[in-house]
T-cell receptor, first 111, second 116 residues
Framework: SQQGEEDPQALSIQEGENATMNCSYK?????LQWYRQNSGRGLVHLIL?????REKHSGRLRVTLDTSKKSSSLLITASRAADTASYFC???????????FGTGTKLQVIP | GAVVSQHPSWVICKSGTSVKIECRSL??????MFWYRQFPKQSLMLMAT?????????EQGVEKDKFLINHASLTLSTLTVTSAHPEDSSFYIC????????????FGPGTRLTVT
């Protein structure tokens, strides 16, 4: 099964700045999900965007999906130190099928 | 609140012993659950799909005799690491799809296994 490739692998920004991370994939998907993982903890679901959607917002999060380019981006605006975590995209074929995780972006927000 | 729980949250065991990890869906039924393993600073790798009422489906390279999966009920799946070795030390995470067409996953908090 395919795995999403995330870019950059690591990102360090100052508090208040915006953080953008990208996910690229190779085959068709039903949806794409973004998760956050704090160090040594479980994953928290952030946003799910379906293949027929182009953009979705949730609070300070904005996700875009370009199925023609097979890529998605996660934008975190006005970052906070508490946003420091690893972020993973996950490719969802839909239904009860397994989700495949990307390589992850480690974000550090410096207060 | 959490919709998927895992127990224990961390465990230390001696080499050669077996360890059982439980994954429970708390407010919904899950006919399917997934087990992942995550090594330090790496992504989650799917180990197996746990199916209620039938055998688990293992990913390529995962030893089914070593990682025993039992989906005992619609809210419980267990992963037993048999004859554990230090290289099995990892972070084990389960998930369950909430249902519907999206395949949105709800994850447990993970279990940190250390084999000495």
């Amino acid at each position: 099964s395919q795995q999403g490739e995330e870019d950059p692998q690591a990102l360090s920004i100052q508090e208040g700045e915006n953080a953008t991370m990208n996910c690229s994939y190779k085959t068709s998907i039903n949806n794409l999900q973004w998760y956050r993982q704090n160090s040594g903890r479980g994953l928290v679901h952030l946003i799910l965007i379906r293949s027929n959607e182009r953009e979705k917002h949730s609070g300070r999060l904005r996700v875009t999906l370009d199925t023609s380019k097979k890529s998605s981006s996660l934008l975190i605006t006005a970052s906070r130190a508490a946003d420091t975590a690893s972020y993973f995209c996950a490719l969802g074929p839909g239904g009860y099928q397994k989700v495949t995780f990307g390589t992850g972006t480690k974000l550090q927000v410096i207060p | 609140g959490a919709v998927v729980s895992q127990h224990p949250s961390w465990v230390i065991c001696k080499s050669g012993t077996s360890v059982k990890i439980e994954c429970r869906s708390l407010d919904f039924q899950a006919t399917t659950m997934f087990w992942y393993r995550q090594f330090p600073k790496q992504s989650l790798m799917l180990m197996a799909t746990s199916n209620e009422g039938s055998k688990a489906t293992y990913e390529q390279g995962v030893e089914k005799d070593k990682f025993l999966i039992n989906h005992a009920s619609l809210t419980l799946s267990t992963l037993t690491v048999t004859s554990a070795h230090p290289e099995d030390s990892s972070f084990y995470i389960c998930s369950a799809p909430r249902g519907g067409r999206g395949g949105e996953q709800y994850f447990g908090p993970g279990t940190r296994l250390t084999v000495t």
